[in-house]
């Protein structure tokens, strides 16, 4: 999905930033340390994860130190050798060539082209002819659909999804699966990784003072709560996904994922291009059935050019077909030079900017939801958690607050300790014990 990016260097990654000033003791790494840190069986971020979807959208506006940010000195980018990618239309262009070579359906007057949004120029789908109303812009058979389906299913990554319970995770799962092919120049997604943003401007990766401005600049003041919900929200989804997933496969699979190359900053990277590109789509999984009790599961799911075009919330929605394939109609008769649109939905501002980085000029203005609607529900320590979210042991935003500074520090202590492991590890050729 298109979104308006910010001036970047070359090759920048978002890094977490290192939350806490006060001197660490020098810890002697070793495996056994990170297992530590992330509770040994993983029973802290089991027991996290598991409150985590109750109360986390109930979290009070505040600010906790420490944030993402876009470092000067990354010279590493997400894709390998993007020189070979093309220019910003070629990609798109390749991805529309590729995508037809393995069944997909592309409107014949569809191609690409630049529009000017408030005075920037934005890339998005352009008619170079005329399309009626109601014909089909593209469809993508599921074959092109990217998610665990396409993980279970490869040569190599399947045997490592069926042998690490962690990966069976529609977010971190797939985002572990997009850093390996982004570092394959061979791999069969190549062309649509490819056309990937190298940065993602979502919030979470702002400095609190540009936070500040593009709130104040973007947002109602009513909304800026909303935000922060959102933002903290996501910033505990990738740290949790990262310490679930990533220390499993450092360990049991050395050769595979290397420290250095399988990075905190390339797991947010590629969980921020999930987070801002994704359609649900049902997934049948042992695993994920074992962990909701449904036979279905709706996961994440990348969905080459139907994240190209632009928002316009009288723009359809993509639909999908009893086969699975994905596709678009035009919302209304185009003619050359038009631009091909589609809704993302309706979301109030807050919701846009903490999920695509941007808010659309033409939003319609939709109000944030008030509340979640969970129920009652029994939180840990057998405090009740009612519809209105209040907590007679302790609100429902305290008890978030507290879990969270932990957790910074938490996550703190083991990045600090997972960035000593990969030196080791390249010192030991590529080994860690």
Same mark, same amino acid.
């Given at each position: 999905?298109?979104?308006?990016?910010?001036?970047?260097?070359?090759?920048?990654?978002?890094?977490?930033?290192?939350?806490?000033?006060?001197?660490?003791?020098?810890?002697?790494?070793?495996?056994?340390?990170?297992?530590?840190?992330?509770?040994?069986?993983?029973? =802290?971020? +089991?027991?996290?994860?598991?409150?985590?979807?109750?109360? @986390? %959208?109930?979290?009070? #506006?505040?600010? &906790?130190?420490?944030?993402?940010?876009?470092?000067?000195?990354?010279?590493?980018?997400?894709?390998?050798?993007?020189?070979?990618?093309?220019?910003?239309?070629?990609?798109?262009?390749?991805?529309?060539?590729?995508?037809?070579?393995?069944?997909?359906?592309?409107?014949?007057?569809?191609?690409?082209?630049?529009?000017?949004?408030?005075?920037?120029?934005?890339?998005? =789908?352009? +008619?170079?002819?005329?399309?009626?109303?109601?014909?089909? @812009? %593209?469809?993508?058979? #599921?074959?092109? &659909?990217?998610?665990?389906?396409?993980?279970?299913?490869?040569?190599?990554?399947?045997?490592?999804?069926?042998?690490?319970?962690?990966?069976?995770?529609?977010?971190?799962?797939?985002?572990?699966?997009?850093?390996?092919?982004?570092?394959?120049?061979?791999?069969?997604?190549?062309?649509?990784?490819?056309?990937?943003?190298?940065?993602?401007?979502?919030?979470?990766?702002?400095?609190?003072?540009?936070?500040?401005?593009?709130?104040?600049?973007?947002?109602?003041?009513?909304?800026?709560?909303?935000?922060?919900?959102?933002?903290?929200?996501?910033?505990?989804?990738?740290?949790?996904?990262?310490?679930?997933?990533?220390?499993?496969?450092?360990?049991?699979?050395?050769?595979?994922?290397?420290?250095?190359?399988?990075?905190?900053?390339?797991?947010?990277?590629?969980?921020?291009?999930?987070?801002?590109?994704?359609?649900?789509?049902?997934?049948?999984?042992?695993?994920?059935?074992?962990?909701?009790?449904?036979?279905?599961?709706?996961?994440?799911?990348?969905?080459?050019?139907?994240?190209?075009?632009?928002?316009?919330?009288?723009?359809?929605?993509?639909?999908?077909?009893?086969?699975?394939?994905?596709?678009?109609?035009?919302?209304?008769?185009?003619?050359?030079?038009?631009?091909?649109?589609?809704?993302?939905?309706?979301?109030?501002?807050?919701?846009?900017?903490?999920?695509?980085?941007?808010?659309?000029?033409?939003?319609?203005?939709?109000?944030?939801?008030?509340?979640?609607?969970?129920?009652?529900?029994?939180?840990?320590?057998?405090?009740?958690?009612?519809?209105?979210?209040?907590?007679?042991?302790?609100?429902?935003?305290?008890?978030?607050?507290?879990?969270?500074?932990?957790?910074?520090?938490?996550?703190?202590?083991?990045?600090?300790?997972?960035?000593?492991?990969?030196?080791?590890?390249?010192?030991?050729?590529?080994?860690?014990?």
């Amino acid at each position: 999905m298109a979104a308006r990016r910010r001036g970047q260097g070359p090759g920048s990654l978002p890094v977490f930033e290192q939350e806490s000033s006060r001197k660490e003791k020098d810890v002697i790494f070793s495996y056994s340390n990170i297992s530590r840190m992330v509770g040994g069986d993983m029973s =802290l971020t +089991a027991i996290y994860l598991g409150i985590m979807s109750v109360v @986390v %959208f109930f979290a009070a #506006s505040y600010s &906790l130190w420490g944030r993402f940010e876009t470092p000067d000195d990354v010279g590493h980018y997400p894709v390998v050798d993007p020189h070979e990618c093309g220019s910003d239309a070629e990609k798109v262009l390749n991805v529309f060539e590729w995508s037809q070579k393995h069944g997909a359906y592309i409107h014949p007057n569809v191609t690409t082209g630049l529009f000017d949004l408030e005075g920037n120029k934005v890339r998005g =789908l352009m +008619a170079k002819g005329a399309i009626a109303q109601g014909e089909k @812009v %593209f469809l993508m058979p #599921s074959n092109l &659909l990217l998610n665990l389906a396409a993980v279970r299913s490869d040569p190599v990554m399947g045997k490592v999804y069926n042998e690490t319970n962690a990966m069976h995770d529609g977010l971190g799962g797939l985002a572990v699966y997009l850093m390996r092919e982004s570092m394959n120049k061979s791999s069969f997604w190549r062309p649509y990784i490819c056309s990937l943003p190298s940065y993602v401007p979502l919030p979470i990766f702002f400095s609190e003072k540009k936070l500040e401005r593009v709130k104040r600049q973007q947002l109602p003041e009513e909304q800026w709560r909303n935000l922060d919900n959102l933002m903290e929200s996501r910033r505990d989804t990738i740290e949790l996904k990262f310490t679930s997933i990533m220390p499993a496969l450092f360990r049991k699979y050395p050769d595979m994922f290397p420290i250095r190359d399988f990075s905190y900053p390339r797991f947010a990277w590629a969980c921020s291009i999930i987070m801002s590109r994704t359609w649900g789509k049902r997934f049948q999984d042992e695993v994920l059935r074992n962990k909701t009790g449904n036979l279905t599961t709706q996961v994440q799911t990348l969905v080459p050019a139907a994240d190209m075009p632009n928002h316009l919330p009288e723009a359809f929605q993509a639909r999908t077909l009893p086969s699975g394939s994905l596709f678009l109609i035009a919302h209304r008769n185009l003619t050359k030079g038009d631009q091909v649109y589609i809704s993302y939905g309706p979301k109030c501002d807050a919701e846009f900017l903490a999920h695509y980085g941007f808010v659309p000029f033409n939003n319609t203005r939709v109000k944030c939801k008030h509340g979640f609607g969970f129920g009652n529900v029994t939180l840990e320590g057998g405090s009740m958690l009612t519809d209105d979210g209040k907590n007679t042991s302790m609100s429902a935003d305290e008890r978030v607050r507290e879990w969270r500074i932990k957790w910074r520090a938490h996550f703190a202590k083991f990045y600090k300790m997972l960035n000593r492991a990969s030196k080791e590890q390249q010192l030991q050729g590529g080994r860690w014990k």
